[in-house]
């Protein structure tokens, strides 16, 4: 087949590229071309997106056999792709568990579940999904929608629970304490960038597919406490972790916090059966710790660790919650 992604050198769509060529594909990346450059064997198609008129005629001079999107944030991107892609014979939208919200009313989350997302991000990832199924419905257009929970790789680094940020992994390496928000308790499923890719490749191609929407997850789940415990055993050292209320961490300056409060504060457990069940070939085989081991080594290579001593948050969080309450135990 050939195959665009829109985008492409993002942290899901380089994994994407790199199966789609294993296999045999002939692929096309558009994006702005303002990472890295494309791999050898995939054609490269320099436009921005958000010049609609531009990217759409472009777009329509092409034919493509199935088309990736892995860049389509809100509801006009969502109507742009329409146009774009009016002849492609599969579409697959990118979206994001966000979508779903923080309350559930069952676990593990199934894609019927109602739709209440509490961030901007996934308000907007709704509305393009609601747009791709409406054009579907109406009109046959062939989209699936695949929604991931944390997707993490080489590009994105050591995630945390707390906050976004890096330092922590240099807090651990001095032996410093870090922070968990609440018990470190809350459930959460990370999945590695080249088992979702698998997922993703795994769809195209299949009509069944069309017009339904997927949940891209492991089977089962983690605790925040057993990520960063397996994370600590990765880089060498185990610290102690200090859980803190989330309403506690609201109250201080941390960069990145929207992070913790919109989506690692809360028990996030989904259903990945679907796909397993439509795509018979998904099955992921990154365990954790070897997937954070892989991304560790790419951060230490390129010098991607900060260093701890440039922040402060984290020794004033810590001193403030030692006041109060006692340590979590170490296992």
């Known amino acids: ?30 994006n702005r071309g303002q990472r890295q450059p494309a791999p050898p064997g995939v054609c490269h198609l320099a436009c921005d997106r958000q010049d609609r008129t531009a990217f759409e005629a472009l777009m329509r001079r092409q034919r493509y056999d199935a088309v990736i999107d892995m860049i389509c944030f809100n509801r006009e991107d969502a109507a742009s792709s329409c146009r774009a892609f009016a002849d492609t014979g599969h579409f ?40 791709f199924l409406e054009a579907y419905h109406r009109d046959g257009f062939p989209v699936t929608i695949v929604k991931p929970s944390t997707t993490y790789g080489p590009q994105l680094g050591l995630l945390r629970q ?4 890096y330092t922590w992994i240099d807090r651990v390496r001095q032996g410093r304490p870090i922070v968990v928000c609440g018990d470190g308790n809350a459930l959460h499923q990370f999945m590695h960038v080249d088992d979702a890719a698998m997922g993703f490749v795994g769809l195209l191609g299949r009509r069944g597919c069309q017009g339904q929407t997927y949940n891209l997850v492991n089977r089962g789940f983690h605790t925040w406490a057993d990520y960063h415990r397996t994370a600590m055993a990765v880089i060498g050292r185990q610290v102690e972790l200090v ?29 990945g059966e679907r796909l397993c069940r439509d795509v018979p070939e998904f099955r992921p085989v990154v365990g954790l710790e070897q997937g954070l081991a892989a991304v560790l080594a790419a951060m230490e290579s390129q010098g991607r660790i900060p260093s701890a001593d440039s ?21």
């Open 243 to 271: 859980g803190v209320p989330l309403d506690t961490l609201a109250r201080f300056d941390i960069p990145g916090f929207g992070f913790c409060r919109e989506i690692s504060a809360h028990n996030s457990y989904y259903s």
């Open 162 to 165: 707390a906050a976004w940020d």
């Open 92 to 131: 697959v939208m990118c979206s994001t568990v966000c979508t779903y919200g923080v309350d559930p009313d069952w676990f593990p989350v199934t894609e019927d579940h109602p739709l209440r997302p509490i961030s901007d991000y996934g308000r907007n990832k709704a509305a393009a999904d609601a747009l």
């Open 311 to 331: 922040v402060t948050w984290e020794d004033q969080v810590i001193a403030a919650q030692r006041a109060v309450g006692p340590p979590l135990p170490t296992a």
């Open 1 to 30: 087949m050939h195959v665009c992604v829109v985008g492409g050198t993002g942290n899901i769509s380089t994994s994407i590229v790199r199966r789609l060529l294993a296999q045999g594909h002939e692929v096309t990346i558009v």
